[in-house]
């Protein structure tokens, strides 16, 4: 039983509001078969991975964005770690630093594309730049507004040179993340993760609800669709993920080179 990605994906852009969209899966996929099915296409993302290396002609851009808490880590963890490292690249984006406040806003996102041939997974991404800053206030309305459309350009024309974007937005609920904020100060392994920043941003939440609904109005094509996960349920969050990637893949139409020799003239001595 595959799951109907479509059912997730905002592929226009198009106004809606995220507390429409449940942060639990709620369908009739059992948890125990949807384990045997993530198990699956971890193989499959595994032999597409290899097969998008040895094409070298084309790359996979994933964007994870998400409020504190969300589960950034653990699905980077959980749907990447399996796959051949030397194909695959991560990168969290921070606050800029005092170089990269020089450039502008996208100089920092551009050098970590992935290149040809393989995956890059960008925890946090360029739309730090309509979300955090725009919350914020760190930079004119005008200026936050013309970046949407920047974004827009930059991704069409990523496309256009054979980079494949998918992003996903990972739901949860205000009193999901408090739990899991609070995990963090019970557990002694974990408590390393939380700072008081925390609570500040998430003070902020509702403000930061409507950024993301801006960010999907403006920035939703069915070239680079947003997927919105229902996050809470981990196991659903991983699968989910999984799958749009494996059917994204597929439909690169990825070959192997062909081949430099005739097998049946080489014999090795």
Same mark, same amino acid.
């Given at each position: &039983?595959?799951?109907?990605? !479509?059912?997730?994906?905002?592929?226009?852009?198009?106004?809606?509001?995220?507390?429409?969209?449940?942060?639990?899966?709620?369908? !009739?996929?059992? =948890?125990?078969?949807?384990?045997? #099915?993530?198990?699956?296409?971890?193989?499959?993302?595994?032999? #597409?991975?290899?097969? %998008?290396?040895?094409?070298?002609?084309?790359?996979?851009?994933?964007? @994870?964005?998400?409020?504190?808490?969300?589960?950034?880590?653990? *699905?980077?963890?959980?749907?990447?770690?399996?796959?051949?490292?030397?194909?695959?690249?991560?990168?969290?984006?921070?606050?800029?630093?005092?170089?990269? %406040? @020089?450039?502008?806003? @996208?100089?920092?996102?551009?050098?970590?594309?992935?290149?040809?041939?393989?995956?890059?997974?960008?925890?946090?991404?360029?739309?730090?730049?309509?979300?955090?800053?725009?919350?914020?206030?760190?930079?004119? +309305?005008?200026?936050?507004?013309?970046? $949407?459309?920047?974004?827009?350009?930059? +991704?069409? &024309?990523?496309?256009?040179?054979?980079?494949?974007?998918?992003?996903?937005?990972?739901?949860?609920? !205000?009193?999901?993340? =408090?739990?899991?904020?609070? +995990?963090?100060?019970?557990?002694?392994? !974990?408590?390393?993760?939380?700072?008081?920043?925390?609570?500040?941003?998430?003070?902020?939440?509702?403000? $930061?609800?409507?950024?993301?609904? *801006?960010?999907?109005?403006?920035?939703?094509?069915?070239?680079?669709?947003? $997927?919105?996960?229902?996050?809470?349920?981990?196991?659903?969050?991983? %699968?989910?993920?999984?799958?749009? @990637?494996?059917? *994204?893949?597929?439909? &690169?139409?990825?070959? $192997?080179?062909?081949?430099?020799?005739?097998?049946?003239?080489?014999?090795?001595?």
């Amino acid at each position: &039983m595959n799951i109907n990605t !479509k059912d997730y994906a905002i592929s226009e852009n198009k106004l809606i509001k995220i507390d429409s969209f449940s942060t639990k899966y709620e369908g !009739k996929l059992e =948890k125990e078969k949807g384990l045997k #099915l993530f198990n699956e296409l971890l193989i499959k993302l595994q032999d #597409l991975q290899a097969l %998008l290396y040895a094409d070298s002609s084309k790359a996979l851009l994933v964007v @994870l964005q998400a409020m504190d808490a969300a589960g950034k880590d653990s *699905t980077i963890r959980n749907v990447f770690g399996p796959i051949n490292p030397q194909g695959c690249k991560v990168v969290s984006f921070k606050g800029p630093n005092s170089v990269e %406040l @020089l450039h502008d806003f @996208l100089w920092r996102i551009h050098q970590n594309v992935p290149r040809k041939g393989h995956i890059g997974v960008f925890n946090r991404s360029h739309y730090e730049d309509v979300l955090i800053v725009k919350v914020k206030n760190l930079a004119p +309305e005008k200026t936050i507004k013309q970046r $949407y459309n920047h974004i827009n350009a930059f +991704e069409s &024309m990523l496309n256009d040179e054979g980079t494949r974007i998918v992003k996903f937005f990972l739901h949860i609920s !205000k009193d999901y993340q =408090k739990e899991q904020l609070q +995990e963090r100060l019970d557990i002694p392994e !974990k408590l390393w993760k939380f700072t008081m920043s925390d609570i500040q941003e998430r003070a902020r939440w509702d403000e $930061y609800q409507h950024a993301y609904e *801006t960010m999907f109005e403006k920035c939703s094509s069915p070239k680079n669709p947003w $997927y919105i996960v229902p996050a809470e349920r981990k196991w659903f969050r991983n %699968l989910l993920v999984a799958q749009v @990637l494996v059917e *994204t893949l597929e439909s &690169m139409d990825l070959k $192997y080179p062909a081949a430099q020799v005739d097998p049946k003239q080489i014999v090795i001595p």
